[in-house]
């Protein structure tokens, strides 16, 4: 499998628990770049202790068939290695196919795997709207139905316009352990210039998930060091992708660590780890 984004780590679990050896390469220093390396961890080692060959910080430098057999070579820390497989899985990446829509006719010229829109789904063309994977910038069911829905308003209304609000973004990977990340990750805050504070609980330490032997990940949360508001969060681990919804709706209506730890959760549930990284910030912020 090349890449470490979510369609490659995806179909190589599934293969892998099907008793395929299989083997992912990924060009970066972890997989999932866009999530803080701290939430890859513990997928990456999961994934080893079922068997998977990962080999990450690689360059890719050639591939083909050789003897009757596929191969890939790549280099990784300086020295080159090659793979063998009966199949190779191409997960690096995709784009929308508009080269065949014309779109020079319609006055948008040449553009290159997407549609460019403006927040409002506005084209460069004032009366052209385009909304979903074709303009981007990420291809998510959910986000392509909003931007749907804020280009048939806009349309329709022109003199009260919406926006998209990317500002409460999810992302989902359903490996196991799942993955799940809402709003700014760590180091995209930080590239940011905000003031950030940050806080994680591990799964192992909770007591309903040690009953569930969810033994890998964690939960964590971002904060504007200053407000307090949350502007992040991050869980791997079981059900991330259920859970990383409490921290969304968190985010979406600017609570504030504080606001988030006094929100009363049952006991015992998965849900109430939360409490602990939001009550460590708020006290570190009182």
Known sequence: MLGGGPVA???????L????????IQRGPHVLKSFD??????????????????????????????????????????????????????????????????????????????????????TKVPHIFAAGDCTGPHEIVHLAIQQGETAAHNMLHPQSMKAMDYRVLVSVIFTDPQVAMVG???????????????????????????????????????????SGELVGAACTGPIAGELIHEATVAIHQRMTAKEFASVPHYHPTLAEIWTYPAEEIAEALA
């Open 17 to 24: 628990r099907f008793g395929v050896r299989t083997t992912l």
């Open 184 to 226: 700014l990750s760590e180091k995209d805050a930080k590239a940011a210039g905000l003031r950030v504070i940050c806080s994680d609980y591990p799964f192992n330490d909770h007591g309903k998930s040690m009953i569930m032997e969810a033994m890998h990940g964690k939960v964590k949360l971002i904060a504007d060091a200053d």
């Open 37 to 122: 390396e701290d939430m890859v961890h513990p997928l990456e080692t999961a994934l080893r202790e079922e068997g998977m060959q990962l080999f990450t910080h690689t360059r890719l430098m050639d591939a083909g068939i050789k003897g009757g057999r596929k191969f890939v070579t790549f280099e990784q820390h300086g020295k080159p290695q090659t793979v063998f497989a009966e199949a190779i899985l191409h997960g690096l990446g995709r784009q929308a196919h508009v080269a065949g829509l014309d779109l020079h006719k319609a006055g948008l010229g040449n553009e290159v795997g997407r549609i460019q829109a403006d927040l409002t789904m506005r």
């Open 9 to 15: 780590l995806e179909l190589a679990q599934f293969f």
